[in-house]
């Protein structure tokens, strides 16, 4: 049995010693410091629609609805506080100036001469799925403007890049592996995504695997494995691959390597605890959401590779624990959440999940300058929603020719009656109101009473409509008979619409009743019922449904626990149509901290936050969270628990502050010593 850590960095080495992530935090790449503009929201754009591009060209079965944001291939730009000339690097042509002389060079370089005003303008156009924008590679503007059509001028929107690679081109830096033989396949100790080289003298076919079973199979009906020929006489697959296991067919091969894409991080969080099968989940579910962060928090790494919502809202709290990077989570909201018609990713609930996601954003990041930003758009967002909700607060959705197959989503197996309002949808909907209010009344805006209005009046029109009071719980649809239906009773709790109304009958539905089918929406699930007091059977299924998937093998958590009567890996109606490296599927990054070192946000930020731990049976427990200017660390064990409090943050208990830089040591039976 490990031995109980007595400080954080005892914590970080027990996970570090139970992780098979083969790549490193920090691999070698090329700095990105230059900083690059465009109008606002666009190189968020830019890298969607290049992870779609290159998604749809590496799958053979894959879906997106096409309603996602248009790039604007033209741009204006006011360029005010030149002192001396320039040398500029843009995407795309240079179509007009005035204030100043160019000289254009190759490789989009341009030097400028400015008037002696120091401001001037820029018209540029890129060519088809390119932002048009720019970057000063010597000299220095003070602030740059772009044309915002009916906006007018709006401060440019920036990311960084290097001098030669603009932000939306930026990849993952490549580590290489090199693969071994073990049973006529060529293997890498854990699942990655990378481009295949193979060694050999004949043109090799290849088959990728996420398991054993498929890679054997030759099965070539999720991925492309093209081949082709390499300056050094070498072969490489076309596409990168999600794969652990490869096939080499025709060829005898002397070497394999993977060109492993690699996101560069810190392991900054950590959970680990006396039951090693927890902490392996903890650190597998860690391992899932890294492979999945290729720019933006993608779905998998083997089929879609694009972003999808749910995979976002599920990614910002597993994120916030393993990683603490908010940059990756704020370019999927920015770049979701300008779909130009309809719903998110084609999806009703997807837009609600946008809204939740936003306020999870601020309560686990500092999001404060992101919330002023997009508080407008915020608003908008949900007033075009709440432009199809009727007098009592009702969302009545309409999807259009761009939605997606199931428009509806809720889950996989979860078929709504499009003529009947659908309480899950409903709560939802509540809940999104409800985020929305909540970031907006941090901001000061008024559309933040607007929105607090309608949750209010929804509320109430769901306990008239929806509530069943005999069973103290949730029903399917509105004024229809009660269910064990889980979905309305888990987001009830989630929500926070239950508010002091007696919940046993909730949580008893949704500890007995039927079981929530994906990853996504069991970690919801699990965390209302961790909330409603049934910590112990929370974990328990954690421990044995991601438990069951490293019985399996599985080096990353799978797109959908195994269904009896199915192939193990079997989804879509293929027999490895499952993804098994899934972002919706980290969820215990988040659950396991949370639930068993109790350790949760009440500010936003982590501006103050709670510490109640629920051991049940293990002999101790302890993480490490990352929050703004530092780590939270928690160890606990039945007779203490000890809480290092960083500077800037505030640990609540007991109706006392405990404010950092400090440590707080809570002996059993609520007594307190603090060091500082």
């Known amino acids: 049995m490990t031995a109980i850590p007595q ?6 080495a027990i996970v570090r010693a139970h992780t098979y992530d083969p790549l490193p935090d920090v691999p070698h790449k090329e700095i990105a410091d230059q900083t690059w503009y465009a109008l606002p929201g666009q190189w968020e754009l830019g890298l969607l629609h290049r992870l779609v591009r290159e998604g749809f060209a590496a799958a053979c079965d894959v879906e997106f609805a096409a309603n996602y944001g248009a790039l604007q291939s033209s741009a204006r730009f006011r360029i005010a506080g030149t002192a001396g000339n320039l040398l500029i690097r843009t995407t795309g042509r240079i179509t007009r100036t005035e204030g100043a002389t160019i000289k254009l060079g190759t490789g989009g370089l341009a030097a400028v001469e400015p008037a002696a005003t120091g401001v001037w303008t820029l018209g540029l156009e890129a060519g088809p799925g390119v932002p048009a924008g720019f970057t000063v590679i010597e000299g220095s503007p003070v602030f740059v403007e772009a044309v915002d059509g009916a906006a007018g001028l709006v401060p440019a929107g920036t990311a960084l890049g290097t001098t030669s690679t603009p932000p939306h081109e930026l990849r993952n830096p490549i580590h290489e592996l090199r693969m071994t033989q073990q049973s006529g396949l060529w293997v890498v100790p854990a699942e990655v995504l990378g481009r295949v080289v193979i060694t050999s003298d004949e043109k090799p076919r290849i088959f990728g695997g996420e398991s054993r079973e498929e890679a054997a199979a030759g099965h070539s009906e999720e991925q492309h494995h093209e081949v082709r020929i390499r300056a050094d ?34 392991r900054r969080g950590s959970f680990a605890c006396s039951d090693q099968r927890l902490t392996d989940i903890w650190v597998t579910s860690a391992y899932t959401l890294r492979q999945c962060a290729q720019g933006m928090i993608v779905d998998g790494i083997k ?14 709290l597993g994120f916030a624990h393993a990683f603490g990077d908010p940059k990756i989570i704020e370019r999927g909201l ?14 009703v609930d997807y837009s609600l999940w946008w809204l939740i996601c936003t306020a999870a954003y601020a309560r686990y990041f500092d999001a404060t300058k992101y919330l002023r930003a997009h508080a407008d758009h915020i608003h908008a967002f949900t007033a075009k929603l709440a432009n199809e909700a009727d007098d009592r607060g009702v969302l009545r959705p309409q999807p259009g020719d761009d939605a997606y197959a199931k428009p509806i989503f809720i889950d996989w197996q979860v078929q709504v009656d499009p003529e009947r309002d659908n309480s899950a949808l409903q709560l939802l909907w509540y809940w999104a109101l409800d985020s929305a209010a909540s970031v907006l009344r941090v901001t000061g805006h008024p559309g933040a009473g607007t929105w607090e209005a309608l949750a209010k009046r929804l509320r109430a029109t769901l306990f008239d409509t929806a509530w069943d009071d005999s069973s103290k719980s949730w029903r399917e649809y509105l004024d229809s008979s009660p269910s064990d239906f889980p979905y309305p009773n888990l987001f009830a709790l989630a929500s926070g619409i239950m508010g002091g109304t007696d919940t046993s009958g909730v949580s008893q539905a949704l500890r007995d009743g039927p079981r929530t089918r994906t990853p996504f929406i069991t970690a919801f699930a699990l965390d209302a019922l961790a909330r409603s007091g049934n910590q112990g059977a929370a974990v328990e299924a954690i421990r044995a449904l991601w438990g069951s998937m490293l019985d399996a093998g599985a080096t990353t958590f799978w797109e959908e626990f195994h269904e009896d009567g199915a192939g193990i890996y079997e989804m879509y109606g293929r027999p490895f149509g499952k993804s098994l490296c899934h972002a919706w599927a980290g969820g215990p990054a988040r659950l396991l901290p949370e639930i068993v070192c109790g350790i949760r946000p009440v500010g936003p930020g982590w501006s103050t936050f709670e510490v109640r731990p629920h051991l049940g049976n293990l002999g101790w427990a302890a993480s490490i969270t990352p929050v703004p200017g530092g780590e939270i660390t928690v160890i606990a064990t039945p007779e203490q628990t000890t809480v290092h409090v960083p500077a800037g943050h ?7 502050r405990y404010q950092g830089p400090q440590e707080v040591k809570v002996i059993t039976q609520s007594r307190v010593q603090t060091s500082s």
């Open 303 to 316: 089929r879609d590779r694009m972003p999808w919502m749910g995979d976002l809202a599920l990614g910002v």
């Open 650 to 656: 505030t640990l609540l208990h007991d109706r006392s």
């Open 334 to 347: 920015v770049a979701l959440g300008q779909n130009r018609s309809g719903y998110i990713n084609g999806i």
């Open 7 to 12: 400080s954080s960095h005892d914590v970080a």
């Open 233 to 266: 006489g070498c072969w490489e697959s076309v596409h990168e691959l999600g794969l652990r296991y490869l096939s080499v067919r025709d060829t005898t091969a002397t070497e394999v390597i993977v060109e492993a894409r690699t996101y560069p991080v810190n």
